[in-house]
């Protein structure tokens, strides 16, 4: 039993360890500047 506690507990650290990398890089590949965006909703103006 303490075997699979220790192997979910390994796995829940790998998901969020992927989670945050793959936020942190989205994050670091955003275009920086204004973002300036025309749809159906309007005008929408971005600082990045």
């Known amino acids: ?10 796995g829940a ?3 969020i360890v992927v989670v945050l990398g ?3 890089y989205h ?4 275009p920086k500047g204004v973002q300036i965006q025309l ?5 929408k103006v971005e600082k990045n």
């Open 1 to 10: 039993m303490k075997q699979n506690q220790l192997y979910l507990l390994i």
């Open 13 to 15: 650290l790998v998901v």
């Open 22 to 24: 793959g936020y942190i």
């Open 27 to 30: 994050e670091q590949t955003k």
């Open 39 to 43: 749809d159906q909703n309007g005008l």
